[in-house]
C-alpha cells in the first residue's frame, strides 16, 4: 500500500484479556519496528524485525507482549493478559533498511490506541 | 545507550513568533539525527534529518535545524510560526544500534492565532 497501515485503530479491552494488533508495512521494506507512545513519555522501543532474521526483541516490557512478522511482511504483536499499564498508542513503522541509516528514514502507521478497562 | 532530551515539553506561541526547540543527545560518537513532528489525529512524519555535512539543514513548512557537536545539540528552529505549526515534535537519535531511533518525550507545541 501507499503507506503503513495499522489496525485497529482504536480497540477497548478488559484487563486480563489478550489483543492483537495488526501492522502492514510498506511494500518492500525490510525493516519493521513497533514502539508504545504513552502520554508524556514519548516512544518506547519494543521490537525490530529485518528480513528473515531474528528480531530484536530487547524493548519487550515483559513476557506477556510478543510480536511476529509473517513471511517478512505483515506483523502481528500480541499483549497477553492485559493490564491498565499497556493503555497506550502503539506503533508501527517500516524503512527500506536499519532505521536512521543512510535512507533508512522510518515511516509510521497511524497507531492502534489500546485502552484497557 | 543513547538518550536524548528535550527540554520543553510544552510551549506555546503566538503566530509569527521565533521557534527554537532544544534537543540534546547523550551519545559520543556518530549519530545521525532527526526531528519527526504529529499534526493532531495524524501519524509521526519526518520533518528533517541530518546524517553528515552542512550542520544546518531544512526541512519541510520552513523548519530547520542546526547540529552542534560540541554541545550534542540539534535544536529545531523556525522563524516564523503559524497556527498549523500545532503539534508534537519528537528529536531522535540513531547511533547505529539494532534499536533504531532512540526518540524524545516530545514537545507539546500550540500556536495561539
Known amino acids: 500500500g501507499a503507506g503503513v497501515s495499522q489496525s485497529p485503530s482504536n480497540k477497548v479491552t478488559e484487563k486480563g484479556k489478550d489483543v492483537e494488533l495488526r501492522c502492514d508495512p510498506i511494500?518492500?521494506?525490510?525493516?519493521l519496528y513497533w514502539y508504545r507512545q504513552s502520554l508524556g513519555q514519548g516512544l518506547e522501543f519494543l521490537i525490530y524485525?529485518?528480513?528473515?532474521?531474528?528480531?530484536?526483541k530487547s524493548g519487550l516490557p515483559s513476557d506477556r507482549f510478543s510480536a511476529e512478522r509473517t513471511g517478512g511482511s505483515v506483523s502481528t504483536l500480541t499483549i497477553q493478559r492485559t493490564q491498565q499499564e499497556d493503555s497506550a498508542v502503539y506503533l508501527c513503522?517500516?524503512?527500506?533498511?536499519?532505521?536512521?541509516?543512510?535512507?533508512?528514514?522510518?515511516?509510521f502507521g497511524e497507531g492502534s490506541r489500546l485502552t484497557v478497562l | 545507550a543513547q538518550s536524548v532530551s528535550q527540554h520543553n515539553h510544552h510551549v506555546i506561541l503566538s503566530e509569527a513568533a521565533s521557534l527554537e526547540l532544544g534537543c540534546n543527545y547523550s551519545?559520543?560518537?556518530?549519530?545521525?539525527l532527526f526531528w519527526y513532528v504529529q499534526y493532531p489525529g495524524q501519524h509521526l512524519q519526518l520533518l528533517l534529518k541530518?546524517?553528515?555535512?552542512?550542520?544546518l539543514v531544512k526541512g519541510i513548512k520552513g523548519f530547520e535545524a542546526e547540529f552542534i557537536k560540541s554541545k550534542f545539540s540539534f535544536n529545531l528552529r523556525k522563524p516564523s510560526v503559524q497556527w498549523s505549526d500545532t503539534a508534537e515534535y519528537f528529536c531522535?537519535?540513531?547511533?547505529?544500534?539494532?534499536?533504531?531511533?532512540?526518540f524524545g518525550k516530545g514537545t507539546h507545541l500550540i500556536i495561539q492565532p
Open positions: 513503522a517500516s524503512s527500506l533498511g536499519l532505521a536512521g541509516v543512510g535512507t533508512g528514514e522510518l515511516f
Open positions: 511494500s518492500g521494506h525490510t525493516a
Open positions: 524485525f529485518q528480513g528473515n532474521s531474528a528480531p530484536d
Open positions: 551519545y559520543g560518537g556518530t549519530v545521525n
Open positions: 541530518y546524517f553528515s555535512g552542512d550542520p
Open positions: 531522535a537519535v540513531n547511533a547505529g544500534g539494532a534499536d533504531g531511533l532512540t
